[in-house]
Structure formats: structure tokens, C-alpha cells
């Protein structure tokens, strides 16, 4: 994994705060902590397009801290995109789930996850302060959210969610420091066998508050036992909170990763991350 080659690959105009995305026929979707859409980029036309995630009167794009919805993670399931709010400073707006058909998005769907999220500090005593849901994947009849241990608790782990049933577990995952710092989960896809995760390092102990950036960590994680393999650094100053799979060839993985520089600039990088199998 230490064999890697990251590099721009395209820069999205008009998208900031960017948290999460996903790849699929020459184009990838993204979302943003900051704002109320899902973006459509096309890499050989290079025009973006969107869609509205929740019909309301607020504002949708440019949200301050107070009012944004942090939308923060994205997975697909059965040709349905799920986009979770963090749940994180104990804000009702940052508890919503929208679906979104892959195929016709006017098809929509809203969810209230306080409840779960409430049951999930509850069950397994996480406080407020340290729950901030930054990573999703829907694989195998499961729902694994990643909480994002940026918390005076350094919460690392996984909430593993049974589709058919109500069993809930949360297997916390002991990650490591860049330069003194914490490392905590920022997102995850799923690839064959294993969970594929970014995780960063920014000193602050505050699920809300930003921090000096310290880098970003690629690892992963078994199935279904979900115990540490690998990681590696991949960047010593970027902070990198999403990450999609696009390709495998010649023995090397690609993905697509964003970034959230924490600025209120309309510009998005999208890297493309190579590595060895």
C-alpha cells in the first residue's frame, strides 16, 4: 500500500465543502457538508449538474456552521444513493437521511434518523459530543456507519446495523496518530473482502469546530470481523473525506478521493489515488 500515486484529476467549479462521493459511468456524484444537493459531475464533458435533497425554504448552498445539515457520508444500495446527516453537535438538522434513486432522481426519499441516532449513544454510551457519523456502506444486508472519533473522546468505530433484523453492534477500531495527532474516520468503501477507509488527523477535540490538519491515513479493514490490516499515509497535509473506487487493473486499485479544505471557496479538486494491490 505504501506503493501509491495520488494525483488532481479534475477540478469541480461551484462545489465547496466537499465530504463525500461516488463513481460511476464517467461521472461522480458528490455532496457537501455545506450545502442541500447532490452533484452530478461529468469528467469528459465537464459540466455539473444537481439535485435538490430536501424541499424546504432554508437556504441550500453556503449553509453556515449553525444551519447546515452535514450531509457527510454517501453509499449506494439496490440502485438507491442514501445520504446521512453526521448526527453530530446534537443539531436535529444533521439527523436526516435522504434517498435518492440512481436512475431517475426525482424519485426521493426523506428520513428522521434521531431516533436511531439517539439509540445508538444510548446502546452504547457515546456521548454528544462524540458522535459524528462521517462514512456509510450498505454491503451483504448490512449498514456499516463509521463514526468519526474527532471527539474529546476519539470515538473510532463502526456501527454495523442488520438490514432484516435489529441487531446493532458497535466494534470500535483502535487507529493510529500522525505528528501526536488522532487520526479519525472521514469515509469508507467496501471492495471485495475488505473496507477500504480514509481516515485524518486534525487537532481539535470537537466534532464541530475545525483544526490544523496533520494528514490523511488509507487503510483497511477485514470482513465480516472488521479487524485493522493495513494503512498507510497518503497525504501530510490534506484532509481527505471521501473516497469512491473506480477501477482495477494491472495488479493497482483506483480510486477517487475529495477533500473539505475548510474555506468558503466554490472549488472542488477531485484526486485520483493509485495503488498496489
Known amino acids: 500500500m505504501n506503493d501509491f500515486i495520488l494525483k488532481v484529476v479534475a477540478t469541480v467549479v461551484g462545489v465547496g465543502a466537499a465530504s463525500g462521493l461516488f463513481y460511476r459511468d464517467d461521472s461522480v456524484y458528490l455532496i457537501s457538508d455545506n ?51 453526521s448526527g453530530s453537535g446534537s443539531i436535529r438538522k444533521r439527523n436526516i437521511q435522504v434517498a435518492i434513486n440512481v436512475a431517475d432522481s426525482g424519485w426521493r426519499m426523506q428520513n428522521d434518523l434521531t431516533s436511531l441516532y439517539a439509540r445508538l449513544r444510548g446502546l452504547f454510551h457515546i ?40 441487531d446493532t453492534a458497535f466494534i ?45 491515513l488509507l487503510g483497511t479493514l477485514s470482513l465480516p470481523d472488521l479487524s485493522l490490516q493495513r494503512c498507510a499515509v497518503i497525504s501530510p497535509s490534506h484532509k481527505f473525506e471521501g473516497l469512491t473506487f473506480v477501477r482495477r487493473d494491472a495488479k493497482r486499485l483506483t480510486f477517487f478521493l475529495c477533500e473539505d479544505s475548510d474555506t468558503a471557496g466554490l472549488e472542488t479538486n477531485i484526486y485520483q489515488l493509485s495503488i498496489s494491490e
Open 35 to 85: 450545502t442541500n444537493y447532490l452533484y452530478r459531475y461529468s469528467l469528459s464533458a465537464n459540466t455539473l449538474s444537481k439535485t435538490l435533497l430536501v424541499d424546504d425554504d432554508a437556504p441550500r448552498e453556503q449553509l453556515p456552521k449553525k444551519q447546515k445539515r452535514d450531509f457527510e457520508a454517501i453509499s449506494i444500495a439496490e440502485n438507491c444513493f442514501y445520504i446521512y446527516g
Open 127 to 166: 456521548s454528544d459530543d462524540d458522535f459524528n457519523v462521517e462514512g456509510a456502506v450498505h454491503y451483504n444486508g448490512q449498514t456499516y456507519l463509521f463514526n468519526r472519533g474527532n471527539g474529546p473522546g476519539h470515538v473510532n468505530g463502526i456501527f454495523r446495523l442488520g438490514a432484516a433484523t435489529r
Open 172 to 216: 470500535p477500531v483502535d487507529l493510529p496518530k500522525l505528528e501526536g495527532v488522532q487520526t479519525a474516520f472521514t469515509d469508507a468503501v467496501v471492495l471485495d473482502d475488505k473496507l477500504y477507509f480514509l481516515a485524518a488527523a486534525e487537532d481539535t477535540e470537537s466534532t464541530y469546530h475545525d483544526g490544523t490538519v496533520y494528514g490523511t
